[in-house]
């Protein structure tokens, strides 16, 4: 009976708690502090509306009841979702300065070790150190001749590799992420790694696990409740066994580094980062000291590897389930490029079908579709609310690249989207892979550069065949989370 008695008074507590937090709830949303939004019922907020294997998908599905502004809650956090390209560029341009602060993510947070970095920063921190990592790339290369150079080297490195293949099938995984990563190493690390070095495959490998569980349901899981999923077992904590795994041969490049450094002649990125250590070591607030170093370093490799490298494995994957679209870049290719040169990147604005082919790849697989969440920076009137300053926002990335007012069929793979009625290549304002406002990619140029180059370069060197039928190809992601990853899948590169 005493059992029974307790379990009485427990379940009144809980109805109690949940009328209350209703209450809450409703008198927060109906005086404009927040947009409208599901009812949140206690500690697991809106949860049981979400589907773990594809959130993005449920917070689309939810502004079709809601509006495309809405509040709903991660566990106890309320989030607003912001839907729709017009929607979105509004917070994120036209209000850049409010919407501009980098929301909570607690995969984020912690693996940054509470915001360190470029990616997890705010405030002064972020302004510091993203200043300083734009002039220092652009200072190795980026945006310039010499990188270019270095993805075409990089190129010749990756149609070797798949020329010895000898047309048998292959995953492509840790090929593409081989010679994407080795461009960024080049700035940062001052060195490419040869494709065979064991500690460069380790690496690799922990990089696209660390994606994957980014993407896994499990890291959705300790976004939404990172106090219970935090003292929990768990494939979530492989994430950051893989985080700690590459921060630590971060750190031993970064003392190599201060070993033989040369303050008159900086080699890479690293270097720059010590040698502004050493200028401020008598600032009492400097955002440049080791941690600092250790995480904008990881953001620039961990970013500068996976989200190209998926990018171009999704892509080639698409090409191989559409043949037709495949054959009309070789025939652009051969009438623009030739089969003697090596492109560059100047042949882009004479390849319209290709360069619409890259956009159209990017849109479709909407790599990163619910985008990194922001924070407001100060109280903000939007769209007819009242939103207060702090409060978390996810720009759905992927109700930009697949609103309907943007792309006449935003669920299929169509070239057309980017190419204009006489052939030429158009922009469209839904093309937003790489966010946009103050938080937009720092590696924008780099990433859209690389992925011209290698597509053109491999499409110009090989014809791409599937070992199984066409139709069997499976273009939906294996997982979808933080990102889209692409199922597994071999291919054949048969030289032309």
């Not at 379940?11 to 109690?16: K, M, P, Q, T, Y």
């Not at 917070?59 to 309320?78: A, C, D, F, R």
Request: with cysteine.
């Amino acid at each position: 009976m005493e059992i029974l008695g307790a379990t009485a008074v427990l379940l009144v507590i809980c109805v109690l708690f949940l009328l209350l937090n209703t209450i809450q709830v409703t008198r927060r949303q109906g005086k404009g502090k927040l947009p409208p939004g599901p009812i949140p019922i206690p500690f697991l907020g809106n949860f049981l509306q979400l589907k773990g294997k594809e959130i993005f998908k449920s917070l689309i599905e939810l502004s079709k009841k809601y509006g495309p502004v809405y509040t709903i809650h991660l566990g106890m956090e309320p989030v607003v979702v912001l839907c729709s390209c017009d929607i979105v560029k509004e917070a994120l341009n036209e209000n850049g300065d409010e919407f501009g602060a980098r929301g909570y993510m607690p995969l984020l947070d912690k693996i940054s070790q509470g915001g360190h970095g470029v990616v997890g920063s705010n405030g002064e921190r972020w302004k510091q150190l993203r200043r300083f990592s734009l002039m220092t790339l652009r200072n190795f290369g980026m945006g310039k001749r010499s990188i270019e150079e270095r993805i075409q080297e990089e190129a010749h490195f990756l149609t070797k590799e798949f020329k010895n293949t000898k047309g048998k099938p292959v995953d492509p995984t840790f090929y593409f992420s081989k010679a994407v990563s080795n461009v960024i190493c080049s700035i940062v690390f001052g060195d490419r790694f040869e494709y065979e070095d064991t500690e460069y495959l380790r690496l690799l490998n922990l990089i696209n696990q660390t994606f994957r569980g980014f993407s896994s349901i499990w890291g959705q899981l300790y976004n939404i409740f990172p106090k219970v999923m935090g003292k929990l077992p768990g494939p979530h904590n492989t994430i950051f066994k893989n985080v700690d795994g590459l921060q630590e041969f971060i750190l031993k490049r970064i003392k190599m580094h201060q070993e033989t450094l040369d303050p008159s002649s900086p080699r890479d990125f690293i270097d720059c980062f010590l040698i502004k250590m050493q200028q401020e070591k008598d600032v009492p607030q400097t955002e440049f000291h080791m941690v600092g170093a250790v995480n904008t370093t990881f953001d620039l490799f961990g970013a500068g590897t996976e989200t190209v490298s998926t990018t171009l494995r999704y892509g080639l994957l698409i090409l191989l389930k559409h043949p037709d679209i495949e054959e009309r870049i070789h025939k652009e290719i051969d009438s623009v490029i030739g089969r003697n040169r090596a492109p560059c990147i100047e042949d882009r604005s004479r390849m319209p079908y290709t360069d619409a082919v890259i956009h159209e790849i990017q849109r479709f697989i909407d790599i990163i579709p619910m985008g990194l969440p922001h924070k407001l920076t100060c109280n903000v009137k939007f769209q007819g609310y009242c939103i207060p300053k702090g409060t978390t926002v996810y720009p759905m990335l992927s109700s930009v690249l697949h609103d309907p007012k943007q792309f006449k069929y935003p669920d299929l793979f169509n070239p057309g989207h980017f190419i204009d009625e006489n052939g030429k290549f158009c922009k469209n304002d839904g093309f937003m892979p790489f966010s946009s406002g103050k938080r937009i990619c720092a590696g924008e140029g780099l990433a859209r550069m690389e992925l011209f180059l290698f597509i053109s370069t491999i499409l110009q060197k090989f014809t791409l065949r599937s070992p199984v039928d066409t139709e069997d190809l499976d273009l939906t992601p294996e997982l979808s989370g933080f990102g889209n990853v692409p199922h597994p899948y071999k291919l054949c590169l048969i030289p032309r």
